[in-house]
């Protein structure tokens, strides 16, 4: 029988290591998929410990339901190794890239096609085994996207951090035509929002990072202007080169953030939030009226919304972010560095 061979959580707050069992045999509409590439998301991070930070100390606990040893990873793109008696439409052979965000199939997101909103979930690398393994189990052929001609390193990254960016600013394409959007954040996350926002935007957009290299690299990728969230006359400097932005994504999720991306809106502007990073927010309720504002939070994206983001990289409308390929076996230094700062763009684990 064929080993499945994992870079486990065997514990939380502890390194990764590797662990072996048997490949389980696809049952019914289930596909065993042989992992070719898998991102690593900075998520990774908070599954790895077990809770995010919610400010203030207080943490929300996330190690309820998940057997130890786990395998984290979302981002898949791979081989169609086996096949169940009824998956219908696929083969061995298949390049694939995998929706991860699965849900039960019978709740009311579920059956408005938000599984990514299931509350019982069975999501890759989160609620059910995932990518940093040679193999994953995907229930249903429906979750198999056809990515070619596109790498497989940039069709997974497609599944969670092209996903999530371009999930939320299709939330803010009418504003977005009123002037460049803002992106705060410049992760792997934020550098594949600017390019999709190239692709969705009339306006180059603007971007905000603490990071020098970071908003260097965004300058160079397309952004109409950078700005240092950390120096004091960059909200001034933004509020007189737009007048105040009507769209903004914060890639980064914290108080800092989230002050800084809220600050600089116009009247009736808005800012979805995408970031996980923590902390609490605290602005006067009256604002909300006084500026029309809006604040709104989304959590990845959508099957279709999956489908159309590699539909938009398969007509050639998204530049790949910058990529660096690595081993299976260094999926922890790549989480460490990830945690570190020191990634630009995505790392991506090879199969």
């Known amino acids: 029988m064929t080993q499945l061979r994992r870079q486990s959580l065997t514990a939380y707050e502890t390194p990764l290591c590797e662990t072996i069992v048997d490949c389980p045999a696809p049952q019914g509409s289930e596909v065993l ?56 439409g696929v083969k061995p052979g298949d390049k694939v890239a995998v929706y991860p965000w699965i849900g039960c199939g019978t709740c009311a997101a579920c059956q408005s096609g938000e599984e990514n909103l299931c509350s019982t979930n069975r999501h890759l690398g989160v609620s059910a085994d995932g990518g940093f393994a040679s193999h994953v189990l995907v229930p249903h052929p429906r979750y198999l996207i056809d990515y070619a001609p596109l790498s497989p390193s940039f069709a997974g990254a497609l599944m969670c951090s092209g996903l999530t960016a371009y999930s939320a600013l299709k939330r803010l394409h009418d504003r977005a035509a009123r002037g460049p959007a803002l992106l705060v954040g410049l992760g792997g996350v934020g550098m594949m929002g600017l390019s999709i926002a190239r692709a969705l935007f009339a306006h180059a957009p603007i971007v905000a990072d603490i990071d020098a290299g970071k908003r260097e690299a965004a300058l160079k990728a397309g952004a109409g202007a950078a700005f240092d969230p950390a120096d004091k006359e960059a909200r001034r400097a933004i509020l007189k080169a737009t007048g105040g932005v009507h769209a903004a994504v914060d890639f980064v999720g914290s108080d800092k953030s989230l002050a800084f991306a809220s600050g600089v809106l116009a009247k009736g502007g808005k800012v979805v939030i995408t970031g996980l990073l923590g902390g609490n927010f605290a602005t006067p309720a009256a604002m909300f009226v006084l500026k029309a504002m809006a604040i709104e939070g989304t959590l990845t994206g959508t099957l279709d919304e999956a489908r159309e983001v590699v539909a938009l990289a398969q007509a050639g409308r998204i530049a790949p972010l910058p990529i660096a390929e690595r081993p299976m076996a260094q999926a922890q230094s790549a989480l460490e560095d990830l945690r570190a700062g020191r990634v630009v763009g995505r790392v991506v684990l090879t199969g």
């Open 33 to 88: 998929v042989r992992i070719d590439r898998c991102g690593v998301c900075h998520s990774d991070l908070h599954m790895q410990d077990g809770y995010f930070t919610l400010g203030d100390g207080k943490q929300l606990d996330v190690r309820a339901g998940r057997t130890l040893p786990f395998t984290l990873g979302h981002e898949i793109a791979g081989t169609i190794e086996a096949v169940g008696a009824d998956a219908a």
